[in-house]
């Protein structure tokens, strides 16, 4: 009688749970995680894996450009990529900021930050940023002081400024990677510019 008592009383305190799912923020910020364990994993490969290293690169970036593309609408705000050289070192790196536009201008995002942190392309190649009607847009030199826009904007409106950017051997001038997108945001990785070949 007392066991019937006790399944009852748990029966009745499961049933004041209310089961939930998970939003579409927590999805992408979990599907960032995973494409940044990724990356990490590919960086420890040691130096033979240097092409694994930069698929990886080439790979994080495609999601951070599609997450920031869900932001910008989520948030009814413009967000962008700004690609530049680093001016603190004596050879070229290029590094990437992300800026959401405020009344004020561009400016970091506020909310997000721990996904939208400003980071370092690999060592060894060279980037070519093309968008539709600005073949060969110039990289500038970073400069904090100066309230600098974003080449790649994604628009609250869902809308994307169509290009690619082009991983370039900085020795032999090889392309290694090109990662294209189109004007509604859709990506599309590209190993040596061709297509991947489906099996």
């Avoid at 999601?63 to 413009?78: K, P, Q, R, T, V």
């Avoid at 060969?136 to 994604?154: E, F, K, R, S, W």
């Amino acid at each position: 009688m007392r066991g019937s008592n006790v399944a009852a009383a748990s029966v009745s305190e499961m049933s004041t749970f209310t089961l939930r799912g998970f939003s579409f923020i927590e999805l992408l910020v979990a599907l960032f995680i995973i494409v940044l364990l990724t990356g990490v994993v590919s960086l420890n490969v040691g130096r033979g894996g240097a092409d694994l290293q930069l698929e990886g690169e080439v790979r994080y970036l495609a999601n951070l450009l599609s997450f920031s593309g869900a932001e910008a609408g989520m948030a009814a705000a413009d967000h962008g990529l700004l690609i530049a050289t680093d001016a603190t070192t004596q050879v070229t790196r290029y590094q990437g900021i992300w800026l959401r536009r405020y009344d004020q201008g561009w400016a970091s995002p506020r909310a997000g930050t721990e996904v939208f942190v400003p980071f370092v392309f690999m060592a060894g190649t060279e980037l070519l940023l093309t968008l539709e009607g600005q073949p060969g847009v110039a990289i500038p030199t970073y400069d904090p002081t100066l309230n600098a826009a974003p080449q790649i904007v994604m628009l609250a409106g869902g809308e994307m400024t169509p290009g690619s950017l082009e991983w370039l051997d900085d020795h032999t001038g090889e392309l290694l990677y090109r990662l294209e997108w189109d004007l509604l945001g859709r990506l599309t990785v590209l190993p040596k510019g061709e297509p991947l070949i489906e099996e």
